[in-house]
């Protein structure tokens, strides 16, 4: 079947020290998206490719970088996560001039 | 700026119809989204209107738009407890590069 797959799906990690979650697709979408969902709240995009053209949020902290290295794989790096970085973390893909988004499963990153 | 509410809790009787509500900002889109959460799970994609359309009724569910008032809502006949989950209503952005979430309903059925 056709799926988004996030790995790992929970991820534990130390103040300041970097993590990096990662994002594969066998859709074949030009367009993937990573979005921060804290506790009880909506997502909130932090940036997207569409195809290899990154695109950041205005509001996403310089923490937060991305990669995309080929159409299959996104990958999330956070440089140095804070407390406050502790959430569900979504990749979703799509296509160019639709709207609708294929979501993961989600990673749920604790930093203690 | 672009914003997306909606009501944040709704209980029910399994059997019962359910509501969800939701209100938007910008009316320049195509689409409007309806999209599911089940706990510690990525959003699901549950159903979906064009903003030509008054209506769409998909099984159980039924999605009523009011462009006019920018009020979009899901109604869910014969609430089953596996209902049970986070609603969120969801509005592309004005550039269609993204789409603007609510905060989510979360509907609690009881049986």
């Known amino acids: 079947d056709a799926m988004v797959i996030q790995n790992p799906r929970y991820q534990v990690t130390q103040f300041g020290k970097p993590v990096t979650l990662s994002c594969s697709q066998t859709?074949?979408?030009?367009?993937m998206y990573w979005y921060q969902q804290k506790s009880s709240q909506a997502p909130k995009l932090l940036f997207h490719?569409?195809?290899?053209?990154?695109?950041n949020e205005a509001d996403t902290p310089d923490n937060f970088q991305s990669r995309r290295p080929n159409t299959s794989f996104c990958f999330l790096d956070i440089r140095s996560p804070g407390l406050g970085d502790t959430a569900m973390y979504l990749c979703?893909?799509?296509?160019?001039?639709?709207?609708?988004?294929?979501f993961g499963p989600g990673t749920r990153l604790t930093v203690l | 700026g672009e914003d997306v509410e909606q009501s944040l809790f709704l209980s029910v009787r399994e059997g019962d119809s359910s509501v969800i509500n939701c209100t938007y900002t910008?009316?320049?889109?195509?689409?409007l989204y309806w999209y599911k959460q089940e706990p510690g799970a990525g959003l699901q994609l549950l159903t979906y209107?064009?903003?030509?359309?008054d209506m769409k009724q998909d099984q159980r569910l039924t999605v009523l738009l009011n462009k006019k008032d920018k009020h979009l809502s899901l109604r869910i006949a014969d609430t089953q407890t596996g209902d049970s989950a986070i609603y969120f209503c969801?509005?592309?952005?004005?550039?269609?590069?993204?789409?603007?979430f609510g905060k989510g309903t979360t509907l609690s059925v009881s049986s």
């Open positions: 979703a893909t799509g296509t160019s001039g639709k709207n609708e988004q294929f």
């Open positions: 859709l074949n979408h030009n367009v």
């Open positions: 490719y569409y195809d290899k053209d990154f695109n």
């Open positions: 910008d009316s320049s889109s195509t689409y």
């Open positions: 209107i064009f903003s030509n359309m």
């Open positions: 969801a509005d592309p952005n004005q550039a269609g590069t993204a789409l603007i």
